[in-house]
Nanobody, 123 residues
Framework: QVQLVESGGGLVQPGGSLRLSCAAS???????IGWFRQAPGKEREGVAC????????IYADSVKGRFTISRDNAENTGYLQMNSLKPDDTAVYYC?????????????????WGKGTLVTVSS
């Protein structure tokens, strides 16, 4: 059974950085990992995803150049490095997994989900 557990959320000032982690268990290395977020009163947004090998990644325009997705397959862990954070980045961030990483998956979601971690960007 696939399990995903996020960590690393918290309160950060505008312009600051955070790194989210996603500890994965119960599946093989054949899964792509994605990060999604949902702010209060807003629809879920696909932030980024990375292929099973880590060789390719996709980003939402809203985070391109500021966020970096990565993975450590030896540790079964995914990461989302978030720099130059803005108040608009405030949301619950979810880790997800599926067979593939694509714009379709960022738009419509993935098969497996974590419970989320809250990121608050505020002064």
């Amino acid at each position: 059974q696939v399990q995903l557990v996020e960590s690393g959320g918290g309160l950060v000032q505008p312009g600051g950085s955070l790194r989210l982690s996603c500890a994965a268990s119960g599946f093989t290395l054949d899964y792509a990992i994605g990060w999604f977020r949902q702010a209060p009163g807003k629809e879920r947004e696909g932030v980024a995803c990375i292929s099973n090998s880590g060789g390719s990644s996709i980003y939402a325009d809203s985070v391109k150049g500021r966020f970096t997705i990565s993975r450590d397959n030896a540790e079964n862990t995914g990461y989302l490095q978030m720099n130059s954070l803005k108040p608009d980045d405030t949301a619950v961030y979810y880790c997800a997994a599926d067979r593939y990483c694509s714009y379709y998956h960022l738009r419509y979601g993935m098969d497996y989900w974590g419970k989320g971690t809250l990121v608050t960007v505020s002064s």
